[in-house]
C-alpha cells in the first residue's frame, strides 16, 4: 500500500492507503515548521514513516494465493498457520 504525505493545519502526516478503498492508517506526524527548517527533522522523519510502513507491511501482508488444481478453484493459504509469520 502507498505512503502519503498530507499537510494540514501546521502538520504533516504521513498516512497509508489501501488501494482498494480500505480505511487509511496514520503512521505518523510532525509539524511542519520544524520539518521546513530543520533538514535533520526532515531525515529522522523519513526514517520513522519508513521504519513503521514497514512494520504495517510486514503485519498486514495479504496471504498468498494459488490454484487447486485438483480441485479447479483458488485457494487462500494461512501463513500465520503455515509458521511463516
Given at each position: 500500500?502507498?505512503?502519503?504525505?498530507?499537510?494540514?493545519?501546521?502538520?504533516?502526516?504521513?498516512?497509508?492507503?489501501?488501494?482498494?478503498?480500505?480505511?487509511?492508517?496514520?503512521?505518523?506526524?510532525?509539524?511542519?515548521?520544524?520539518?521546513?527548517?530543520?533538514p535533520?527533522?526532515?531525515?529522522?522523519?523519513?526514517?520513522?514513516?519508513?521504519?513503521?510502513?514497514?512494520?504495517?507491511?510486514?503485519?498486514?501482508?495479504?496471504?498468498?494465493?494459488?490454484?487447486?488444481?485438483?480441485?479447479?478453484?483458488?485457494a487462500?493459504?494461512?501463513l500465520?498457520?503455515?509458521?511463516?509469520?
Amino acid at each position: 500500500m502507498p505512503v502519503y504525505f498530507d499537510q494540514e493545519a501546521g502538520v504533516g502526516r504521513a498516512v497509508w492507503r489501501s488501494e482498494d478503498g480500505a480505511e487509511e492508517v496514520a503512521l505518523c506526524s510532525v509539524d511542519l515548521t520544524a520539518y521546513s527548517n530543520e533538514p535533520s527533522v526532515r531525515e529522522r522523519f523519513s526514517e520513522l514513516v519508513s521504519a513503521v510502513a514497514d512494520y504495517y507491511r510486514r503485519t498486514h501482508v495479504a496471504a498468498p494465493v494459488a490454484f487447486d488444481f485438483e480441485a479447479g478453484r483458488v485457494a487462500v493459504r494461512n501463513l500465520q498457520s503455515a509458521g511463516s509469520g
